[in-house]
């Protein structure tokens, strides 16, 4: 056991902290900085960091760009088979690729992962998220996560007690949006028939959008029928961010502001039916999603049929949830919270959304 468990420990270790005194902040390498020589003091990553030496990890992963390291202790390498471990030594090509899924794009406490659904790494799939009580669950493993306290700026360490192993199975990191949109086809009503939850959303019974031109801006005016017979309106402005397909937009529900811009947030269409009666919305992230048809209601075999279209780009089916009926009958009683200019004669787009989020 102890040859498995510290079967990088004969390999010279890289890190040399008093290199990033005399170093720029662009020039420091991971190897240099303070985290890791705080991983190197607790003498609980050797196997870890002995691997980052073999696998490279200095040439792509610098201190300039915010990362999250959820780094396998000494006794998570322990548990890897004897074969996996002369398999991964005898290919340094695996053993970076390995280890590049333990790196993940931007720097996430546990308070910041526990909002999150999923983290994008280095490997080019995500780690899924999830929580249990105090603890997590990254993919299907329940793991408490230890941080390492000292950390530099753009750096977090978390400890984990297994080696995480990445697989085709896993969403990609990033989603294909439709190829094109035709934005004046897109205009006019949808109703929402299943969405991920968002505190936005959490009260909404039916819901529907309606997206219009004004002024060369996309006019959106969402509809929520509330659980105490209330109707809330949201309204925002919505501009196109990619001019070749016109399926990447931001949308801001900011009042007055919205109209430039002001607090966009990600707006993507990654489905659209030819006769543009059926579509899915998501934000880049996968935090947001949106199940959209012109039909106010649809059959269940449909609506399966969207979540699984959903599914094949990377969605979480667990966390899409059916979007009750929106009832045709007007409320007596309305709020309206409004966006710019406050006439409703004018056509509008669809979809509920949150303020950094969706359309």
């Not at 510290?6 to 902040?25: E, G, I, Q, V």
């Not at 016109?246 to 269409?269: E, M, R, T, W």
């Amino acid at each position: 056991m102890k040859k498995v468990l510290f079967f990088f420990a004969a390999l010279p270790l890289f890190f040399n902290t008093a290199l990033a005194d005399r170093k720029s902040a662009k020039e420091a390498k991971l190897s240099t900085t303070e985290t890791v020589g705080a991983m190197k003091h607790t003498r609980r990553f050797r196997n870890f960091l002995s691997a980052a030496r073999i696998a490279g990890l200095d040439d792509i992963v610098t201190i300039d760009h915010p990362i999250t390291i959820f780094a396998p202790n000494d006794e998570a390498f322990a548990k890897l088979p004897p074969e996996t471990v002369e398999y991964l030594l005898a290919n340094p090509l695996e053993l970076r690729k390995l280890l590049l899924y333990h790196i993940g794009y931007g720097r996430f406490t546990k308070k910041d992962l526990r909002q999150k659904k999923e983290v994008k790494t280095f490997h080019g799939r995500v780690i899924l998220v999830d929580q249990d009580s105090e603890e997590f669950i990254l993919n299907s493993s329940t793991l408490r996560l230890g941080t390492i306290k000292k950390h530099d700026r753009n750096i977090i360490v978390h400890e984990i007690n297994e080696v995480l192993m990445p697989s085709e199975e896993l969403p990609a990191n990033n989603f294909q949006t439709v190829e094109y949109v035709d934005l004046s086809r897109y205009l006019g009503t949808w109703y929402q028939q299943g969405a991920y939850a968002a505190f936005f959303n959490l009260r909404c019974q039916g819901t529907k959008a309606e997206y219009s031109l004004k002024h060369h801006r996309i006019r959106v005016k969402n509809s929520c029928q509330l659980v105490n017979g209330k109707e809330k309106v949201d309204k925002a402005y919505a501009k196109v961010v990619d001019e070749i397909s016109n399926a990447k937009l931001k949308v801001s529900f900011v009042p007055l502001l919205g109209y430039f811009g002001v607090g966009g947030g990600d707006y993507q269409i990654i489905h659209l039916d030819e006769e543009y009666t059926e579509a899915i919305v998501a934000d880049r992230d996968r935090n947001t999603l949106f199940i959209l048809t012109r039909e106010r209601e649809i059959a269940e075999s449909k609506y399966e049929e969207l979540v699984q279209i959903a599914v094949d780009q990377g969605f979480r089916p667990e966390y899409i949830n059916r979007t009750p009926v929106y009832e045709v009958v007007e409320p007596t009683d309305t709020t309206d919270t409004t966006v710019g200019d406050s006439n409703d004669d004018d056509v509008v787009i669809t979809d509920p959304v949150e303020a950094d989020v969706i359309f």
